[in-house]
């Protein structure tokens, strides 16, 4: 699974990589990148398919820029 996420600062990628551990995830890679000048964050984490994971998946997306 992707996860991707808009950082104001540099500072917030260990802070969103604590949160997704704390949610019982496993982060195989983590990377940061720059695009027309804001900073990404960019996870790919692995995904031990339950019940609750269909349902987070199913919600809808929600985009906040």
């Known amino acids: 699974l992707v996860l991707q996420m808009f950082c104001e600062e540099k500072s917030h990628?260990?802070?969103?990589?604590d949160v997704i551990r704390n949610l019982g995830l496993s982060?195989?890679?983590?990377?940061m990148e720059s695009r027309s000048?804001?900073?990404?964050?960019r996870?790919?984490?692995e995904v031990l398919i339950t019940k609750d994971i269909?349902?987070?998946?199913n919600m809808p997306?929600?985009?906040v820029f």
């Open 54 to 57: 269909i349902m987070l998946l």
């Open 37 to 41: 000048e804001k900073t990404w964050a």
């Open 13 to 17: 990628f260990l802070e969103i990589a």
């Open 27 to 31: 982060i195989l890679k983590g990377v």
């Open 61 to 63: 997306k929600v985009y």
């Open 43 to 45: 996870f790919i984490v």
